[in-house]
């Protein structure tokens, strides 16, 4: 297990509210992240609802588009505790 770093909670938000808000913070809208990522618009509004899962894939896909890591959004709220800090 020294292989991995310890991960610290920091925010309380879902998986759905982390693509809402970095979709926001890019200034998207629902509309423009389904035309960019090929998602349904009614897909990625009921991923932001949390009424269905994000999944992988499509984390992976919407990562490319929203120009972030995909485990920002799969594990949001999360941040790594620096080796200094551990």
Known sequence: MSDFR???KRVDV???ESVR????LQGMSQN??????GIPQS???AIENDR???????AKTLARVLEC?????V???WEVISEHAA
Request: charged share 20%; net charge positive; aromatic share 2%.
């Open 21 to 24: 808000i970095i979709r926001e």
């Open 52 to 58: 269905i899962n994000l999944g992988v894939e499509r």
């Open 14 to 16: 879902s998986v759905g």
């Open 43 to 45: 897909t990625i509004s």
């Open 32 to 37: 423009n992240l389904a035309k960019l990522s």
């Open 75 to 77: 594990f949001p709220g």
């Open 69 to 73: 890591h995909p485990a920002v959004l």
């Open 6 to 8: 310890p991960a610290k």
